[in-house]
């Protein structure tokens, strides 16, 4: 499979199958992940894997109930990698600064589209999940208030590897060439 056929059969699963993930499987996940590009080689994410499932039950409760219970379905998922963002290196930071651009979430998203591709890859489906109880999940993982948990994916095995149609813009819509 090229990299494009990859990028077309990637898609958002929200209904999984019981399984587990070989921990060398979800090792080389991690690997794209850390190979990923950053700002001033800043590298601002740190991943905690939570494939216990007691404890994965236990965070999908704390994170997804109440308003945030439209991502209830991440229960299903074999695992919840909860994606921290780091602070920047300083040179980072100040390019931040003078540009008025976040650097560290972009770093970040180009890290968990690595991740996630890498997934698609070895056969796994995912959810980037946006929409959570950050506040109940910091306290449930000890993370320091001071840093911020900006994603969930929700991996495993998909229940329906169909793939749906995607409605995108055309590339005239959404490029121009000069």
């Known amino acids: 499979m090229n990299f494009l056929e990859l990028v077309k059969k990637r898609q958002s699963c929200r209904k999984y199958l019981p399984g587990i993930i070989k921990k060398e499987t979800m090792v080389r996940c991690l690997e794209a992940a ?13 991943f905690i894997v939570v494939n216990t499932p007691e404890i994965k039950d236990n965070l999908a409760e704390k994170a997804f109930s109440g308003i945030y219970k439209m991502n209830a379905f991440a229960k299903q998922a074999s695992a919840l990698i909860v994606v921290v963002r780091e602070r920047s290196q300083f040179s980072a930071k100040l390019g931040s600064y003078f540009r008025g651009v976040q650097y560290s979430l972009i770093d970040q998203g180009i890290a968990c589209e690595h991740l996630i591709l890498q997934a698609e890859e070895e056969g ?10 950050e506040k109940a999940v910091k306290k449930f993982l000890g993370v320091p208030k001071i840093q911020k ?30």
């Open 124 to 133: 796994l489906a995912t959810c980037w999940i946006g929409w959570f109880n």
């Open 149 to 178: 948990i900006d994603t969930i994916i929700s991996i495993g095995f998909a229940e329906n590897t169909e793939i749906r149609n995607k409605i995108r813009k055309d590339i005239l819509e959404m490029a121009d060439f000069k």
């Open 34 to 46: 850390r190979l990923a590009p950053s700002a001033c080689n800043s590298q601002p994410w740190h």
